[in-house]
């Protein structure tokens, strides 16, 4: 059995910041300015308070963690970072294979000849990952239960103490796999469903037979999981009632996920108007019991229902993760049309145009973006405004806060 890494903390230095991440609840935390100071006083001297109390009590420090955090604020006075980015990725997107055997309506991979990711660069980039500090990969496809080496991958990505995650629809999981899955450190697994019953879900995704299949298994397993929900015009309706049914499958999270432009599909019959997403807001404050959780292309969701935001908010593509599809092509985000061929992680976050249009959206962006106060907390979905409009650094028009106030 690989070693797992629930309880694992670890503390990575970033230029005058510390990142703490919390394997076993898949939490990061972004420490800087005066409570940097604070944490090295605690690191240093043992000096405790409120704050310090508050991170122990979510489990991102304990009191022997004292000398690995003081180690780590003293090396982040001399990194760098990009601006508006990490050193280094916090996570990678790494999509498997682009081959899957059902046939989802909304599926944005278009009508390309779908292939799998050659696994002699896999390793590498699992071993560039351990050297950058990166804390988790995320696995997805296409469908990436039919990945032929998944559990070798997974076995090396814990093997080097990184925790790692799986989007599936389900298919082909079995109690057999899963115990295969979890044997090899798997840390959590992500399925995707678009609806309380099938009727509903088939609107947008394929296979819902697979997923229920693969709630009621996850269900008695042990290890963490959640579902992915895409919020369409077709399911905002049915999201009250699908929250009740998650909670009885006790799933750890719903991950709701912005509409983004598909090549079957057209756009504007299926996003949000603004009736829906403040119902969509409404159904988000009221809910009990479950943890819900707006994807970072919904960032401008999160600013409108928290009225406010910080440097780990918003759109993280470039900034804080990166992907890489089953064609070895790096990506900023799995859903923007930029990509880039390297062996080398570093070099892509370090001097990637790509990226560096993510990191300068503040910089460019039109209105309504260009002059709000939440800017910085969000960034819009980069993908969407190019999918709709062909302009990247356009303003979203179909932010909440601008269409709900």
């Known amino acids: 059995m690989a070693q797992r890494i629930e309880h694992m903390r670890k503390f990575r230095p970033e230029e005058n910041a510390l990142l703490i991440w919390n394997a076993a609840q898949a939490r990061t935390a972004y420490i ?90 896999l390793l590498s980039v699992i071993r560039q990952a351990e050297d950058m500090q990166v804390f988790q990969i995320a696995l997805g496809g296409g469908e990436p239960l ?22 599936t629809s389900g298919y082909g999981l079995d109690k057999y796999v ?60 049915d999201f009250a009632k699908f929250v009740d ?24 019959e299926n996003c949000l108007p603004a009736d829906k997403m403040a119902l969509l807001a409404r159904v988000i404050k009221k809910s009990r019991g479950v943890k819900l959780k707006t994807d970072s292309a919904f960032a401008n969701m999160l600013c409108h229902l928290n009225q406010r935001t910080s440097f780990m908010s918003g759109c993280g593509a470039g900034r804080r993760f990166l992907a890489i599809d089953a064609e070895g092509f790096f990506r900023p985000c799995s859903h923007v049309p930029m990509k880039e061929k390297s062996d080398s992680i570093s070099q892509v976050w370090y001097q990637s145009e790509h990226l560096h249009m993510f990191r300068s959206i503040s910089e460019k962006v039109g209105k309504p973006c260009a002059h709000c106060d939440y800017l910085h907390g969000c960034y819009g979905c980069r993908a969407v405004m190019q999918g709709i409009g062909g302009d990247f650094f356009d303003g979203d028009k179909e932010c909440p806060m601008y269409l709900c106030e």
């Open 178 to 237: 899963l115990d295969e899955l979890i044997w090899q450190g798997l840390n959590h697994i992500q399925i995707s469903l678009n609806g309380s019953c099938e009727k509903i879900n088939s609107k947008s995704r394929d296979g819902y037979e697979y997923a229920i299949r693969a709630l009621d298994l996850l269900k008695g397993s042990g290890i963490s999981f959640g579902v992915n929900w895409v919020a369409r015009r077709d399911n905002i309706d």
């Open 32 to 121: 800087s300015g005066e409570e940097l100071n604070v944490l090295e006083r605690w690191a240093n001297n043992g000096v405790d308070n409120g704050f310090i109390a508050r991170l122990k009590k979510l489990g991102l420090i304990a009191d022997e963690d004292r000398c690995g955090v003081a180690t780590a604020i003293a090396l982040s006075k001399d990194k760098k970072a990009p601006p508006y980015s990490f050193c280094a990725p916090e996570s990678l997107h790494i999509e498997l294979t682009g081959h899957c055997p059902l046939n989802c309506p909304q599926c944005y991979k278009g009508q390309t000849e779908p292939k799998s990711l050659d696994l002699s660069f």
């Open 245 to 268: 049914a998650m909670k009885e499958y006790n799933v750890d999270n719903i991950n709701i996920l912005r509409y983004k432009p598909s090549a079957t599909e057209i756009y504007e």
């Open 146 to 167: 039919i990945c032929p080496n998944l559990h070798l991958v997974i076995e090396e990505i814990t093997r080097r103490g990184m925790a790692s995650s799986i989007t």
